[in-house]
């Protein structure tokens, strides 16, 4: 999982960019609109818990309030978008799997542009099943270190108690925990209970286990993920390439 969240953290680090934080602004109110018409227009996160991890969602990428309420008004009024949420399944290039999760109101456009950048990235577009199998969909939840208060050992067994699976303390800036896909509620009561507010948390395809590259073609793998995060209709995208600090350099000093 290490490889997994160094590059989703290295994302929340970018996101002061205006590319970067435009990108994150616009998929969290996608979130935010599905969540209010998913849940019978119900805009009150007090009885929509995914209402409610889409605002803290708004809060961790720092999207003012005037925006939010913008967002909730217009998913709670007549017409607006429809989002639908759709998947793709297919391979960078090195073999490495990519399945990548959208929102979109124009299925044909972003079938199309999936398409196209998997063709000019070196990869291929398959079928729905050929990647999905690699990997196993858990609960996420990214804590800043410096908002966690007292003693951090203490901290992780009440976590336990919660429903985490497993840590991953490799990143000095935050803690990621995970939980069974069931028990993502339980973990979000818990951290309520606690008082601490997720930078992120969400619902993610973890791999099962992660491929080694060397530096140069998993820069290759890191520049086509790069593109897909661009694209407007990709919420998220999901890999099994195990990411080295030399890749995240080698990547950095070229984009």
Excluded at 186 to 197: D, H, V
């Amino acid at each position: 999982m290490a490889g997994h969240s160094k590059w989703s953290n290295i994302k929340h680090r970018k996101g002061a960019q205006d590319k970067k934080r435009s990108k994150e602004f616009s998929k969290v109110i996608k979130e935010i609109t599905i969540a209010i018409k998913e849940n019978n227009l119900n805009a009150d996160p007090d009885t929509n818990p995914v209402l409610r991890t889409a605002l803290n969602n708004a809060k961790g990428v720092n999207m003012p309030k005037e925006n939010i309420e913008r967002a909730i008004k217009k998913a709670t009024g007549a017409g607006g978008e429809n989002y639908e949420r759709v998947t793709f399944e297919g391979y960078a290039p090195n073999g490495i799997a990519f399945f990548v999760e959208c929102q979109t109101d124009n299925t044909n456009r972003t079938v199309a542009n999936v398409r196209s950048l998997f063709t000019k990235g070196g990869g291929s577009l398959g079928v729905n099943g050929s990647v999905e199998f690699l990997f196993e969909r858990k609960g996420v939840f990214l804590l800043e270190r410096e908002k966690l208060t007292g003693d951090e050992e203490e901290l992780e067994l009440e976590l336990i108690e919660g429903g985490v699976e497993s840590f991953d303390k490799d990143d000095e800036e935050f803690l990621t925990v995970y939980t069974a896909y069931e028990d993502f509620g339980l973990m979000q009561q818990t951290l309520e209970k606690l008082g601490i507010e997720p930078k992120n948390a969400g619902l993610q395809y973890i791999p099962l286990s992660t491929l080694d590259l060397s530096t140069e073609d998993g820069v290759q793998v890191l520049k086509l993920l790069d593109k897909f995060e661009d694209e407007d209709d990709v919420q998220e995208v999901y890999h099994n390439l195990e990411i080295t600090d030399e890749m995240m350099e080698a990547f950095s000093n070229q984009a």
